[in-house]
């Protein structure tokens, strides 16, 4: 199951997508994390040591060669762009312990979550890039994942309305968007689910920073039945944001009630892969259309398998 947290910045995405993986962790299902935000704060977050992974975004060139594998529809990784789906012959990513892209770009914490990161700008970068050609490599590698029951990517987006400048937002089974009991957090949320009508996809509220009865109130006027719960003001998470992570089971008892929906919220889910698949080859043809076949050159729709589906894991 793939879940995002999204929301404005300061809303505390980042922390919810990290307690949400720590709790995860905690009960023994498999987890992988990845921070998707511009601001690579997931891993601090998550309690991470030592050195950051190696940045999924800086490793592009190996990602695409690796996904690649003999699909005989891609001539060449530099064929490839963010939205090239997988085919027969593609190799497809997974949340094993042996799977090459994990063994090659994660890193695990102390709690036992495993996290990537897309990479942050760097000095080449500046006034010559967009932040999504970072998170590309994130889009491409769930593009190619097949995950199995139980098994759990989390997923810290970038703040606000960003996402949707690609067609990552349609890559999760369930997206959280965190906001405070405020006109600029609830606006957030009436801006995304704007954006996502119509487009299958799945959005719950978890309120952060919530006091009392009329912060609630304030959330459930604008949120509806979209509100999944609300966490309260935390010592747990206070501690955690001043370096000092706590255990999990130190968690205050309504803040795990509150995961424990969210959970819930997330395996209601089925898993469609045609529909999912769809949306993969929807958003690769526009993109090829908008600059695709340009930059590279190619028609880039003859990368599609016409009736590929995909689901199965694939060997390499």
């Not at 606000?160 to 009991?181: I, N, Q, W, Y």
């Not at 039945?225 to 998470?237: E, F, M, Q």
């Not at 340009?294 to 028609?299: F, I, K, S, V, Y």
Request: proline share 6%; hydrophobic share 45%.
């Amino acid at each position: 199951m793939r879940i995002a947290f999204v929301g404005k910045g300061g809303s505390g995405k980042t922390t919810a997508a990290a307690m949400f993986s720590r709790y995860l962790a905690d009960r023994g299902h498999p987890v992988l994390a990845v921070d998707a935000d511009i601001n690579q704060n997931l891993g601090e977050a998550l309690g991470a040591t030592g050195p950051a992974p190696r940045a999924l975004g800086a490793d592009l060139p190996w990602l695409k060669d690796h996904l690649r594998g003999n699909n005989p529809l891609v001539a060449s990784a530099e064929a490839m762009i963010k939205t090239t789906p997988p085919g027969p012959g593609s190799r497809t990513a997974g949340l094993r312990a042996d799977d090459p892209v994990l063994a090659r770009c994660a890193a695990t914490t102390p709690d036992g979550v495993r996290y990537l990161v897309t990479g942050e700008f760097d000095e080449a970068d500046i006034g010559v890039s967009c932040y999504h050609s970072k998170t590309g490599a994130v889009e491409l590698w769930l593009n190619h994942l097949v995950d199995g029951g139980g098994e759990y990517v989390v997923v810290d987006m970038t703040a606000g309305a960003d996402a949707f400048a690609s067609g990552l937002f349609t890559r999760f089974d369930l997206t959280v968007l965190v906001s405070e009991p405020t006109r600029r957090g609830v606006g957030v949320f009436h801006q995304y689910a704007a954006h996502a009508a119509g487009r299958g996809v799945a959005l719950a509220v978890l309120g952060n920073k919530v006091d009392d009865g009329a912060d609630v109130a304030y959330l459930r006027e604008h949120a509806g039945d979209a509100l999944v719960g609300w966490l309260a003001r935390s010592s747990w998470v206070r501690a955690a944001e001043r370096g000092e992570p706590r255990p999990v089971a130190e968690l205050e008892a309504p803040n795990v009630a509150v995961l424990a929906d969210v959970l819930a919220a997330l395996d209601a889910r089925p898993r469609d892969w045609e529909r999912y698949h769809r949306d993969t080859v929807e958003f690769h043809l526009r993109n090829a259309r908008a600059w695709g076949d340009r930059a590279t050159g190619l028609d880039l729709a003859a990368q599609v398998a016409p009736g590929f589906v995909p689901g199965v894991p694939v060997p390499a």
